[in-house]
């Protein structure tokens, strides 16, 4: 049992001197050709008895509209160091039936990259495209984004018009490759040294098409591949690409204090990067791309790696979205791994019906409240040890982000404590609150979880918040997530 804690503490906010503007990139999804996310998740087909558009499956895909997901990644994952876009376009008919050597799968390529693009504007969504970079060369990544991006009378422009779209996708982000540094991968390099030669030769001919894309390069925690790739590949790419998973199989304390750890990883990283920057003198601005994370339990297993997640991964998921808040000048665009079906926000049933995880709901609610500068913040909370990271973890968890006209502050709040409410009283430097609004996810134990059986079990709930002499006081239900919208005005 754990011991009688009373959650009772200050939190302070400052709004006059911001860390620095909130980019919603940090919310981004990713989808793969694995398992069941694209075929049965994302793609289902014009022919099929489950409602669609266009062939994208309905509910799935306003499932994702409502989560106001600023970009999505695509098409892997390993499955992009060995998928060549070319048997991908056309008419679907005459696309060829491949096998996959990433996952063993059959590839239909009845979703490709027009289907994509498609679908990520009917989601509301920038396109992210990962080419190649195992199997493939620099002159067919090259020609992907002439495909994509060109005007010209070249060839692969006019086969997109051919195809029926006229004007260029404009795809803005694209990652030179995937998890390069791991002998699973297809095509894996050596070494640092090896991955930034192959870097540079497709970063040339990529942005020799197109010289405005921005470039993700592939990073890991491992020192001395970053330092290799940053010293010899820097002036070419513009984020470096860093995938953390967390096992799930862990008792409950230990796993949320994992969203702190990685704070501290990725901030480390990043040191690093500025570190390599200045010795060999890299004049171009480099920052991280955290690009595949999430808890991944051992029930998930390929084929098709399957996990229905509940609230305690909720609590977890929150609580790195607050820390990707805090490091929002390291790390401006990441990618949740993954959104349908494979250790999923969504999960879906042959039968038409889909389970929206509790996960979801924190990407939804953190989605539709959105600013535009984070907030110093400060909180007073009580501390349990992790023997696992050995360090202290604050049972509360806060980020704040203001709105670039002042007149609408967020406080994103964590209760990290099981079975204990807290209490916590809010005062502001530099604005005025005046009306207040909370949005709560909770559930009557950290195990609680949407199924097929049970889709409502957890839900966003109204929260209970008052202000006091200019004080917004709060109280959080244990293990909850929950976001505040305050209404007021900047004082200075």
Aim: proline fraction near 4%; charged fraction near 25%.
């Amino acid at each position: 049992m754990w011991e009688v804690v009373i959650l009772e503490c200050r939190a302070s906010i400052d709004a006059t001197s911001p860390i620095g503007r909130f980019d919603r990139r940090c919310y981004g999804q990713f989808i793969e050709h694995l398992g069941e996310c694209i075929y049965g998740g994302i793609w289902v087909g014009e022919g099929s008895n489950i409602r669609n558009v266009r062939g994208y499956r309905l509910d799935v895909l306003e499932a994702i509209k409502q989560l106001n997901c600023p970009i999505v990644r695509w098409p892997g994952g390993n499955f992009a160091s060995g998928y060549h876009w070319q048997y991908g376009i056309g008419p679907r008919e005459q696309r060829p039936r491949l096998y996959d050597m990433t996952w063993g799968q059959d590839e239909p390529n009845t979703f490709g990259t027009d289907e994509f693009v498609d679908w990520c504007r009917l989601v509301g969504a920038e396109p992210w495209i990962v080419v190649n970079a195992g199997n493939g060369t620099p002159e067919e990544a090259a020609r992907w984004v002439e495909y994509c991006n060109s005007s010209r009378n070249t060839y692969y422009a006019q086969l997109r018009r051919k195809y029926g779209h006229v004007e260029p996708y404009r795809v803005k982000i694209w990652g030179v490759g995937n998890e390069l540094y791991g002998r699973w991968q297809i095509g894996f390099c050596i070494d640092g040294f090896e991955c930034a030669r192959r870097t540079v030769e497709f970063a040339n001919e990529m942005r020799a098409v197109d010289p405005e894309i921005k470039l993700i390069a592939v990073g890991c925690e491992d020192p001395e591949w970053n330092i290799a790739m940053v010293k010899n590949a820097g002036e070419y790419f513009d984020y470096l690409s860093i995938h953390i998973y967390v096992g799930g199989d862990k008792p409950y304390r230990e796993l949320i204090a994992y969203s702190l750890d990685i704070e501290r990883r990725l901030r480390s990283i990043y040191e690093l990067i500025q570190t390599v920057r200045r010795k060999y003198n890299i004049k171009r601005e480099i920052k991280l791309a955290f690009d595949e994370w999430n808890v991944w339990y051992s029930e998930a297993k390929p084929p098709l790696l399957r996990q229905v997640t509940s609230i305690k991964d909720a609590v977890f998921t929150a609580g790195v979205l607050n820390s990707l808040h805090r490091l929002c000048n390291e790390v401006p665009i990441a990618a949740f791994a993954q959104t349908v079906n494979v250790i999923p926000l969504i999960v879906t049933s042959e039968d038409g019906r889909i389970v929206l995880t509790p996960q979801y709901f924190v990407f939804k609610l953190y989605g539709e409240n959105v600013g535009d500068y984070v907030l110093p913040t400060f909180v007073d909370s009580q501390l349990y040890r992790s023997s696992e990271l050995n360090c202290y973890i604050p049972f509360i968890d806060l980020s704040a982000i203001i709105k670039e006209n002042g007149k609408i502050l967020y406080l994103y709040v964590v209760n990290r404590h099981e079975t204990e409410h807290a209490y916590i009283q809010t005062i502001f430097r530099g604005f005025k609150p005046s009306r207040a609004f909370m949005e709560t996810i909770a559930g009557e134990s950290v195990e609680d979880k949407n199924t097929l059986e049970n889709p409502n079990a957890v839900r966003v709930e109204e929260g209970s918040v008052k202000i006091e002499n200019g004080k917004v006081n709060l109280e959080l239900k244990p293990h909850s997530v929950n976001v505040v919208k305050i209404q007021g005005e900047k004082t200075i």
